[in-house]
């Protein structure tokens, strides 16, 4: 059995799914994959995880299963590692299974993420007393170049955590830092998703960088995607994301004072402080641009943050700019997929400030 009997199943088998189930295993806990599809698992040979990076070990995962029942039972933290847009599948697949008591985590829950899955579980009749929250980012920089080879580049310096209701809130912090002491609590999932940094560092280079990531150039991502140019563009839709979040009577960190806080980033200018990130030097670039970049990114960072900008009457001319663009370019409406005023009434939170 793992670390005083405690288990904790990570939900999905990407990158971040295969790196934070495997570091749990390192740490002495009972783990459990889920991956979505029966074939997914059939591509694992064997449940040996060989880590690289920050921490190096090799270690064997206790189970991984396409059966999200046999995933979460008996855990008590499920951490839900998928991208962004697939909350509303994961909320559904899980919801026979949760059961009171439970603590589960989005990492992160990018904008808005724990209303968008709250809402799913209580139409699919769930009524489990959960303690569901969600972080500001990923806890780690990673990517798995191999399956069961998950490399750690950085442990995050600073992960914030907010509670969908603060009333467990500190119950739950408490049950993260046993694992991640870097995490502190955020005063509201307003300060999580507002906290989205994604939605400003990875759609914007994409749709900047598209005919290389098409062509399936190797390139950094970070290092070479994003030039003095696309930082002053991302700098601008900084600014529209903080001012959205400054009307909500939230107080969130520029992107420059993120990297500072989550990497020890220095620079003069946020161009400067991500060629000086050593997390992000050797991360390369997408080759596929149906990439979890856009999709995710776009769908639950950008709109949101939008459809918020104009309930509260903030201009976001760069974000919705892109949003419109990327629709052009993919063929696809972002905005009517996204997280918008259709699933979230924005107003609720602007009559409490």
């Given at each position: 059995m793992g670390k005083n009997n405690k288990k904790i199943a990570v939900i999905s088998s990407g990158n971040g799914g295969q790196s934070m189930v495997a570091y749990f295993k390192y740490l002495g806990y009972e783990t459990a994959l889920y991956a979505r599809e029966a074939e997914r698992v059939d591509m694992f040979p064997d449940n040996r995880f060989v880590i690289s990076g920050e921490v190096e070990a090799e270690v064997d995962i206790d189970l991984i299963s396409a059966d999200m029942g046999e995933v979460v039972k008996d855990a008590y933290l499920i951490m839900v590692t998928t991208p962004a847009q697939y909350h509303p599948i994961v909320a559904r697949a899980m919801a026979p299974h949760l059961v009171s008591g439970q603590a589960v985590v989005l990492n992160p829950g990018r904008t808005f993420g724990t209303l968008a899955f709250s809402k799913v579980l209580s139409e699919c009749g769930n009524k489990a007393e959960i303690?569901?929250?969600?972080?500001?980012?990923?806890?780690?920089?990673?990517?798995?170049?191999?399956?069961?080879?998950?490399?750690?580049?950085?442990?995050?310096?600073?992960?914030?955590?907010?509670?969908?209701?603060?009333?467990?809130?500190?119950?739950?912090?408490?049950?993260?830092?046993?694992?991640?002491?870097?995490?502190?609590?955020?005063?509201?999932?307003?300060?999580?998703?507002?906290?989205?940094i994604g939605m400003?560092?990875?759609?914007?280079?994409?749709?900047?960088?598209?005919t290389r990531v098409e062509a399936k150039e190797d390139f950094k991502f970070y290092m070479q995607g994003?030039?003095?140019?696309?930082?002053?563009?991302?700098?601008?839709?900084?600014?529209?994301?903080?001012?959205?979040?400054?009307?909500?009577?939230?107080?969130?960190?520029?992107?420059?004072?993120?990297?500072?806080?989550?990497?020890?980033?220095?620079?003069?200018?946020?161009?400067?402080?991500?060629?000086?990130?050593?997390?992000?030097?050797?991360?390369l670039a997408p080759t596929d641009i149906d990439t979890r970049y856009i999709f995710e990114d776009i769908i639950t960072g950008c709109v949101p943050t939008s459809c918020a900008g104009k309930a509260a009457g903030v201009e976001t001319e760069v974000l919705d700019t892109l949003i419109k663009w990327a629709s052009i370019l993919y063929g696809r409406d972002f905005r009517a997929e996204g997280r918008n005023e259709t699933l979230i009434d924005f107003k609720q939170f602007l009559s409490k400030n």
């Open positions: 303690m569901l929250g969600e972080t500001d980012t990923f806890a780690f920089t990673c990517r798995c170049p191999e399956l069961r080879k998950p490399e750690i580049y950085k442990i995050k310096d600073s992960v914030r955590l907010a509670a969908h209701d603060n009333a467990y809130a500190d119950r739950l912090l408490d049950i993260l830092r046993e694992i991640f002491p870097m995490f502190s609590l955020a005063e509201s999932i307003l300060y999580t998703g507002f906290s989205n400003i560092f990875h759609p914007m280079p994409i749709l900047m960088n598209i994003i030039s003095q140019l696309v930082a002053g563009l991302l700098e601008k839709m900084d600014v529209e994301r903080v001012s959205v979040a400054k009307a909500y009577g939230v107080s969130v960190p520029t992107a420059r004072q993120w990297l500072a806080e989550a990497y020890g980033s220095r620079g003069n200018s946020l161009f400067e402080q991500i060629q000086n990130t050593d997390a992000y030097k050797t991360v």
